[in-house]
């Protein structure tokens, strides 16, 4: 990819929303309170979450400048910040809110991976960009917490009273910040780099299933598109 050569505004609200979630879903009402098997193993793996989120920040800074901080905004990435909230505090709704975000990405994407593995060909096309040239090693290793991450926090919940059901309200309001977010402050494209944040502008180009894609723009009102994605980045984000 390109270095950007400007964008350091972006720094701000980039870090600003991601607080703005981080602490939105720390002082919510729906966490549950509840006695913790081996708290200190629960708040050190929340730590080490937050520093493989730095590392992965820093990683796509030192590639492409302040252009791969636009990566950081993916849901799968903020997911992860939300969980690490959750086991720092211990609070089993808060992890469980960011296991319903990336459920069903997750799912696909390791489908994806594994249908591109032994067959050389995606399926659905979440994970098509494991087939890009300019793919650095380091990304592909980071990229792994496709497999690993839901399987960590079930293993954490599993100690303690599972998974908390009632996590739609969490889930809403993470998307319904990050998708206007992504669209109004991540270009499409940036030096001929296809980005689309979260799906914010278009359907993923590269899932092939004409029927996702009748709800690109401007085949429908933008509202009718923010409602379709809200859906859709549940089973086709990153």
Known sequence: FPQATSGC???????????????????????????????????????????YN???????????????????????????????????????????VSVSIVTLPHILWVVDALSYTFFGTFQTGVASYLAWENLDLLELVFTLHHVWYIPLC???????????????????????????????????????????VNMSHEIWREVENEWVHICDPPAVPWPVYFVSVVGKERSTGR
């Open 54 to 96: 730095i590392l992965v920040a820093c990683h796509r800074y030192y590639l492409r400048g302040f252009f791969g901080l636009y990566y950081v905004l993916w849901a799968c990435n903020v997911a992860m910040l939300i969980g690490a909230a959750g086991m720092i505090l211990k609070k089993a709704s808060v992890i469980s």
């Open 154 to 196: 079930l293993a954490l919940l599993a100690r303690n009273g599972g998974l908390v059901r009632n996590t739609l309200f969490g889930m809403t309001l993470s998307f319904c910040v990050l998708v206007p977010f992504s669209r109004f402050m991540t270009p499409l494209e940036l030096d001929g780099v296809y980005l689309n």
């Open 9 to 51: 505004s972006l720094l701000f609200p980039i870090t600003a929303l991601r607080t703005h979630l981080f602490g939105t879903l720390v002082r919510t009402n729906i966490m549950t309170t509840r006695s913790w098997y081996r708290p200190q193993e629960t708040v050190a793996v929340g730590w080490g979450l937050l520093l």
